[in-house]
């Protein structure tokens, strides 16, 4: 912003002079630090809403998860095996979005878009696992509508699975993004929102790995 001032001159009258505001001059770094600031701040907002959320499935799980109606339980239906492969997947796929992360902070841009494919690629297989195991209980009549077990357990997975799938549609349109404009200050920021997200999605499905599906089969 800049002001004038007026001062006598000498042949009579008034000089004005203009003069920059010096903390104007620093006014678009300082509303992209805002930006930056609310944007992270509104999106740490929306992780504590998602944890509301999962914390409300799992407190369902926990009370009708031995609900069987006569019908099939845990042990019966659980490919332990293929399960746990599922989870190295997205395990793995936490691993390699954080060297994504430390190749975007040392702007080495090509190799952060390698990690993000293999990231994608990670996330990719573990969706796969994750239809094929809802065909499988679909083959053998372990739908939703079977008990409340049921119920309960495809809607907790069947939750996280979605967030997965909205995590991978976002890992793609951010690889376009950077193909197209490159690491600019909006995409690392939305970079590192993902991150955020991805990570978070891992914690949760820690949570279902050992509180639905170890304890289904141990118990």
Not at 45 to 64: E, N, P, Q, T, W
Not at 66 to 79: C, I, K, R, T, V
Request: proline share 3%; glycine share 10%; aromatic share 16%.
């Amino acid at each position: 912003m800049s002001s004038s001032i007026a001062s006598p001159a000498p042949e009579g009258g008034y000089q004005f002079y203009v003069t920059e505001d010096p903390h104007h001059a620093h006014g678009g770094d300082d509303e992209e630090h805002h930006h930056e600031t609310g944007t992270m701040l509104g999106f740490w907002i929306y992780l504590m809403s998602d944890c509301l959320i999962f914390g409300i499935l799992f407190a369902v799980y926990a009370v009708v998860g031995q609900s069987y109606a006569a019908g099939p339980s845990p042990a019966d239906l659980f490919e332990i095996d293929k399960i746990l492969l599922a989870t190295f997947f997205l395990l793995f796929s936490s691993i390699t979005y954080g060297f994504a992360v430390i190749n975007m902070q040392q702007k080495k841009q090509n190799a952060m878009m390698f990690w993000l494919i293999i990231t994608g690629l990670f996330g990719f297989g573990f969706l796969v696992m994750e239809v094929l195991e809802f065909q499988h209980l679909a083959h053998l009549g372990a739908g939703p509508g079977a008990s409340a077990f049921l119920s309960a357990f495809w809607t907790l997975v069947g939750t996280h699975g979605l967030h997965v799938t909205a995590g991978f549609i976002w890992l793609i349109v951010l690889l376009v993004q950077v193909k197209m404009h490159g690491l600019t200050e909006a995409n690392t920021r939305r970079i590192l929102c993902l991150s955020l997200f991805w990570h978070f999605l891992d914690l949760i499905w820690i949570g279902v790995f050992s509180f639905v599906y170890l304890t289904g089969v141990l118990l």
